[in-house]
């Protein structure tokens, strides 16, 4: 079995800061993609970014060049560090991750989320 677990929103000032993590757990043979997304009140879900397993990264245009995506391939734990952040970003985070599983399985798994509120 796997799990996602994704923490470190909070309530933040707009030009704020925080960093988001999310852990993944279990029975894991390797990890391609991990990411986060997002969903504010009465909007879909929408990628914030993403990470491949050798490091290269996509950002979606709305958080680029304030936030920074990186992964710890050796602990299973992607990391988001968001920068200025702006009453627009409050959102529900969710990370996600493609996991191969000990039977060589690949499945997409999303952690239960984490609250992020930018105050103006």
């Known amino acids: 079995q796997v799990q996602l677990l994704d923490s470190g929103g909070g309530l933040v000032q707009a030009g704020g800061s925080l960093r988001l993590s999310c852990a993944a757990s279990g029975s894991i043979f390797s990890i391609n993609d991990m990411g986060w997304y997002r969903q504010a009140p009465g909007k879909q879900r929408e990628l914030v970014a993403v990470?491949?397993?050798?490091?290269?990264?996509n950002y979606a245009d709305s958080v680029k060049e304030r936030f920074t995506l990186s992964r710890d391939n050796a602990k299973n734990t992607v990391y988001l560090q968001m920068n200025s952040l702006k009453p627009e970003d409050t959102a529900v985070y969710y990370c996600n991750a493609e996991i191969i599983n000990t039977l060589l399985v690949a499945v997409d798994y999303w952690g239960k989320g984490t609250l992020v509120t930018v105050s103006s």
């Open positions: 990470i491949t397993r050798g490091g290269r990264t």
